[in-house]
T-cell receptor
Framework: QKEVEQNSGPLSVPEGAIASLNCTYSDRGSQSFFWYRQYSGKSPELIMSIYSNGDKEDGRFTAQLNKASQYVSLLIRDSQPSDSATYLCAVKLRYSSASKIIFGSGTRLSIRP | DAGVIQSPRHEVTEMGQEVTLRCKPISGHNSLFWYRQTMMRGLELLIYFNNNVPIDDSGMPEDRFSAKMPNASFSTLKIQPSEPRDSAVYFC???????????FGPGTRLTVL
C-alpha cells in the first residue's frame, strides 16, 4: 500500500459544478495534510493546509479531513476552466522525520466549459 | 517577500558534463528539499536538510548526485557526470514555522543530450 494514494484521473467536471478530489493515507497517526495545485510546466503551489478533523474553507476551496477513515478531500465549488491542473495531496506522516512530507502522485482535473 | 529562488531556470548540457543547480530558500526557513519530477516517476524527494544538515538522502539516485548546503541561504545540487536519464525538472522547496508548510521554487528544467 502506498503511503499517500490519489486517483490519477483525469477527472472531468463541467464548469460551475463541484469538483471533488480524494486522497487516502496509510499512517493513522498523521497530523498535517496539504493540497498543492500544479499547472502544466509550473511548480506545485500550496493552496490548502488542514490539521484537524472536519472542514476548512477558503474561498471556493474546502478541505475535508477524516482521520478515522484516513482520508482527506478537496472540494472546489463553482469550478472554473482556470482550475484545470494537477492536484497533489501531501501528508506529514507521524513516523517521518520532522519536516518531511509525502506526496501522492496527483489527480489531473479538467474543467470543461 | 521573495519566494524560493532557483537558478538556472533551464539547462541544456551534453552527456558527461557536470551540472550544478542552485537554490536560495525563503529567509527564516530551516528546512530545504530537493525534488525531481518526471512524467514517468512523478515528484521524487532526492534529499533534504534541516538547519543546513543533510537528514535524508535516500532518494539520491546514485553517487553521481551530490548536494550541499553551506549556509542557511544557499544550496546546490550537483550531477557529475550527467546522463540523458537525468533529464527532468528539479525543484527546490523550503519550509519552516509551526506547521512546516513547504513552498516550491520555480524549478530548473534540465535536458541532458
Amino acid at each position: 500500500q502506498k503511503e499517500v494514494e490519489q486517483n490519477s484521473g483525469p477527472l472531468s467536471v463541467p464548469e460551475g459544478a463541484i469538483a471533488s478530489l480524494n486522497c487516502t493515507y496509510s499512517d493513522r497517526g498523521s497530523q498535517s495534510f496539504f493540497w498543492y495545485r500544479q499547472y502544466s510546466g509550473k511548480s506545485p503551489e500550496l493552496i490548502m493546509s488542514i490539521y484537524s478533523n472536519g472542514d476548512k474553507e477558503d474561498g471556493r476551496f474546502t478541505a475535508q479531513l477524516n482521520k478515522a477513515s484516513q482520508y482527506v478531500s478537496l472540494l472546489i465549488r463553482d469550478s472554473q476552466p482556470s482550475d484545470s491542473a494537477t492536484y497533489l495531496c501531501a501528508v506529514k506522516l507521524r513516523y517521518s522525520s520532522a519536516s518531511k512530507i509525502i506526496f501522492g502522485s496527483g489527480t489531473r482535473l479538467s474543467i470543461r466549459p | 517577500d521573495a519566494g524560493v529562488i532557483q537558478s538556472p531556470r533551464h539547462e541544456v548540457t551534453e552527456m558527461g558534463q557536470e551540472v550544478t543547480l542552485r537554490c536560495k530558500p525563503i529567509s527564516g526557513h530551516n528546512s530545504l528539499f530537493w525534488y525531481r519530477q518526471t512524467m514517468m516517476r512523478g515528484l521524487e524527494l532526492l534529499i533534504y536538510f534541516n538547519n543546513n544538515v543533510p537528514i535524508d538522502d535516500s532518494g539520491m539516485p546514485e553517487d553521481r548526485f551530490s548536494a550541499k548546503m553551506p549556509n542557511a541561504s544557499f544550496s546546490t545540487l550537483k550531477i557529475q557526470p550527467s546522463e540523458p536519464r537525468d533529464s527532468a525538472v528539479y525543484f527546490c522547496a523550503s519550509s519552516g514555522g509551526t506547521y512546516n508548510e513547504q513552498f516550491f521554487g520555480p524549478g530548473t528544467r534540465l535536458t541532458v543530450l
